[in-house]
């Protein structure tokens, strides 16, 4: 069974989205065109670091809880991985927009932000040396900055992203080592901060939030774009 550990995680993480998809109020099942293609362009440069910092023993991925399918030096679980995740992300921001449609979220998503700056200037000055937290941090302070600035038009991503680290953390928990004997996922100590949420680098938390940001980007552009008002 532990050979699928991973395969396992990456099936369970859609299900509740797609259990949940014909919901009368949020009909995302009317969405997963533009949550599949979004997942699908982003996931393409990610897929690029993935690979790279993998070859170059960044990080790399134990034998014993994979299948042992391949795309090059990474397993097919962690391909998925960048399309199934995001899916389940953009559900959640789906439901946010509906059911928060009417809260004042302006001193939520200040406090969010001056946390989240803070969170990451506290990494980058820990883990200056690591091409991990470099990268890491540098797009998430990018990505930050420019949501802060439009925040006005981007009300509904702080509150998705939070809703989205409970998932987050129990599945990067597993993949990390958390509740099992050995990670799934394991990294290079010289190339990130140190810094974990119990097993979890905190650059992981960075990196998820450029990933879910990426494909919000997206979905909410060609939601917008290419959706026939009724």
């Known amino acids: 069974m532990t050979d699928y550990l991973y395969l396992i995680l990456i099936l369970l993480t859609p299900l509740g989205p797609l259990a949940l998809s014909f919901d009368k109020k949020v009909r995302y099942v009317t969405k997963w065109k533009w949550a599949m293609l979004s997942a699908i362009l982003v996931a393409i440069p990610y897929l690029i670091w993935d690979e790279i910092f993998t070859k170059n023993g960044f990080w790399g991925f ?32 789906a439901c946010v927009r509906h059911y928060f449609k009417s809260a004042n979220l302006q001193n939520f998503n200040l406090l969010f932000y001056l946390l989240f700056f803070a969170f990451m200037i506290w990494i980058g000055e820990v883990g200056v040396k690591g091409w991990y937290t470099r990268i ?16 006005d038009k981007f009300v509904f991503i702080p509150l998705t ?70």
């Open 62 to 93: 134990n034998q014993n809880y994979l299948t042992g399918a391949y795309v090059g030096n990474l397993p097919i679980e962690e391909v998925s991985f960048f399309i199934v995740v995001p899916f389940a992300c953009t559900f959640i921001y």
């Open 161 to 230: 992203f939070v809703f989205s680290l409970i998932p987050f953390l129990i599945m990067n928990g597993i993949l990390t080592g958390s509740f099992i004997k050995e990670p799934i996922v394991w990294y290079n100590e010289v190339e990130f901060s140190g810094l974990r949420i119990y097993s979890i680098p905190c650059e992981d938390v960075v990196y998820g939030f450029g990933l879910i940001v990426l494909n919000l980007f997206l979905f909410i552009w060609m939601e917008k774009r290419f959706t026939k008002p009724l």
């Open 136 to 151: 890491a941090v540098s797009l998430g302070l990018i990505l930050s900055l420019f949501l802060f600035i439009r925040r």
